[in-house]
Every structure is written in C-alpha cells, then in structure tokens.
C-alpha cells in the first residue's frame, strides 16, 4: 500500500473551508497594520545560519533546520521564527534614523513543536517598532495587539505581561553566575518551586526572597502592588514595575494581567513582555515583548518592540467558518452570459460556471445560487 500521501509528524494541509478562513483572515489583520502605519515587509524562507541565530536568537539553534547550500557552500536556516529576520531589515536595509514600523506575514519551520498539539509550521503575522525605547512603544504596540485579537473575533481573550527586564535585574544585582541564571529562567518559566528553591539556596537575602516570590507574584494591580512591597527597591525593578503599572492602567476593560514568572520568548527579549490566550486554551495564540539591540549584529543595535501571532492556532479558536456560497452558472457561449458573470465578479460575487456533465455534483460547489435566464436576462435565483 502506498504511503506517498502522508506528512511527516506536526505538518497537516489546510483544507477548504479553512483555507479561506485564513487568507481572509490573513489580509484583515494586515490592512489593521497598515492603517496603523505598519509597512509589509517579506524576507526569504531561508538565509544564511548565522544571520538566523545571532546574538540572543541563538536559543532558536535547535529549532531550525539546517542545509547546505548548494551555490555557496555554507550553512542555511530555514526560519523559525520571523523577528530576527525583521531585525536584520530594520538594522540593514531599512537604514532610517527615527521610528519604523514594519509588519509581516509567512510561514515558519520548527524541528519541534512547542507543544503536543502545535504545528512545526505555524503561520506566523505580526508586527515590529523599531527606534523607541520608552514605555510608549510598548503601549502601542499592546494596543495594536489587543485590535488585531478583536479582529480576529476571538472568543475569550486574555493578555498576560511580564517584564524579562526584571529578572534579569534580579540577577545583575545577586551576583548569580551565567549557568545558574539560565537554569533559573527556564525553572520560573515552567513554574517549578522546589527547583527554583535549590537554585537559590546559595544567595543571600533580599535576592533569594525575591527569586523565590516570582511565581507567586500574578493577577492584577494587586499582584503588582504585593510586587513593589516584597521586591528589593533598585532603580531598574522599580522601572520594570512602572512599566507594567502603565501597561495595565492603559488596557482599560479588557483581560490583562501580570506574571512576573512568565518568562516567554526565544532569548532575545530584555523587558515587557506579552502572551495572549484566547478560546479556553492553555497555549498562547501571540507572544511578543521587547528585544533591544537585536539588530547590533548588523551594526544598529536599535530599540526594538512587536509580538506576532499564529494563524494556524487561532483557527482553532474560532468556530468552523459558514459556506461562502456563490453562484453556479451554465456553461455557454452566450455574449449576455459572459457579460453578467464579468459584472457580478466585478462586484465581488463568486460565480461558478458549471462544466458539461456536472450537474450530479452542484452541491460539491458550493453555491447557493443559480444564474438563470428569464424575461429581465441572466439573473441570480436560489438554488
């Protein structure tokens, strides 16, 4: 028996009407950035491996496929994630001194899913602003998100912030060597206190206590004032928690809190941070933040702040999509046939012209209507 149709593991189609859905989908959240002054911008499947992995990107090593190529001889990536990739337009290419905004639309490769129930090729949309390093930037671009959750017309939508910055804060002002701290970040990242705890055994107080708050330290403006009174009072904690208090202040009614464990991204964030959930899911469907200085590599270590989400898990969000419907007409010569369909596509009607000896199959083309002649010429009936 043949095996040629089967996908490897974590890769599926997007069959109709899904397809669709996501394209349609797709071009409304990228007008949402457009208007908001965010230009396209496409970079290449693949680039060379050390443009994909610099600096703090490289938490992305086991992520990404690698080939050689065949021209040059040297190593390639195929992307796993879309950020750095902008980060290098913004530092290279772009080459603008104030803010530039910059949005994008693709898919990405992963060796691994991110969970049991991710795809390795998730379709990931987002946007990036580039050149501003006040708390501003971040407040529009927690606007932006928030619009682009709405109009996705998820159910359910909660945001939650957290602020890399202040571990690592944290960490400057322990003394906590480099190994440690990397075990500590993944050991807040998935919660887990007891391990924390023996990471922190060693330090002295008040950092020890504070590490060891963190994930007890969620919810809303009153997990942020129980912040401020049993974190140390540094300058750059106290920033971190300005940050945030402002974030949250500006979301106004919707779901929005903080996680001060809610270590997220792939390395190279260094300050507020962003996770968005919708539909009952416990896996984020946008995760954003802050990571300045990604574009140093290139020689423009600027400002930097954006989040992107993933198409593919938001469709398993939102409730099946109803038939598009359209309308079938006969296959003909007709100069009055041809010139009604020209006109009714021209207003955005889908029409379907029916081939010769497919009338037993109507209802595998969806349309719910039929072009008939009657006195008034080719008009739409129901079908």
Not at 345 to 368: F, I
């Amino acid at each position: 028996m043949t095996t040629a149709w089967l996908l490897p593991e974590y890769l599926e189609d997007i069959l109709p009407p899904f397809a669709g859905q996501a394209e349609r989908l797709r071009r409304r959240l990228l007008d949402l950035f457009d208007v908001h002054g965010y230009e396209l911008v496409c970079p290449p499947l693949v680039e060379y491996l050390d443009s994909l992995l610099t600096g703090a990107a490289r938490d992305l090593d086991l992520k990404t496929f690698k080939v050689v190529d065949g021209l040059s001889g040297r190593m390639l990536g195929v992307r796993a994630d879309m950020t750095p990739q902008v980060a290098r337009v913004d530092a290279h290419l772009a080459g603008r001194q104030g803010v530039a905004r910059l949005c994008y639309a693709g898919p990405v490769l992963r060796t691994r899913p991110d969970g049991l129930l991710a795809s390795r090729e998730p379709f990931q949309i987002g946007a990036e602003l580039f050149g501003h390093a006040g708390i501003e930037a971040d407040l529009e671009v927690q606007a932006l998100l928030l619009d682009a959750l709405a109009t996705a017309g998820l159910p359910g939508i909660r945001l939650s912030l957290g602020h890399v910055g202040l571990f690592r804060a944290l960490v400057a002002e322990s003394g906590l060597d480099g190994e440690r701290a990397s075990a500590l970040f993944v050991a807040l990242r998935g919660k887990d206190v007891p391990e924390v705890e023996i990471l922190t055994d060693a330090l002295a107080m008040p950092w020890r206590e504070a590490f060891r708050r963190l994930p007890e330290l969620y919810g809303g403006a009153g997990a942020l004032a129980e912040a401020r009174r049993l974190l140390p009072e540094t300058p750059a904690v106290g920033t971190a928690l300005d940050d945030l208090e402002r974030l949250l202040a500006a979301a106004g009614g919707a779901a929005v809190s903080i996680d001060l464990a809610d270590l997220r991204g792939d390395g190279y964030h260094n300050g507020v941070t962003f996770a968005a959930y919708a539909g009952g899911q416990a896996r984020a469907v946008a995760l954003g933040g802050r990571y300045d200085g990604a574009g140093a590599v290139f020689g423009r270590a600027r400002p930097a702040t954006g989040f992107s989400l993933d198409l593919r898990q938001i469709l398993d969000c939102l409730p099946e999509p109803a038939p598009v419907g359209g309308i079938l007409a006969p296959h003909g010569d007709d100069a009055g046939l041809r010139v009604k369909i020209a006109e009714l596509r021209a207003a955005g009607e889908r029409v379907v012209v029916e081939l010769p000896g497919q009338a037993a199959y109507r209802a595998e083309s969806g349309c719910d209507r039929e072009l008939v002649m009657d006195a008034g010429g080719w008009t739409p009936r129901p079908l």
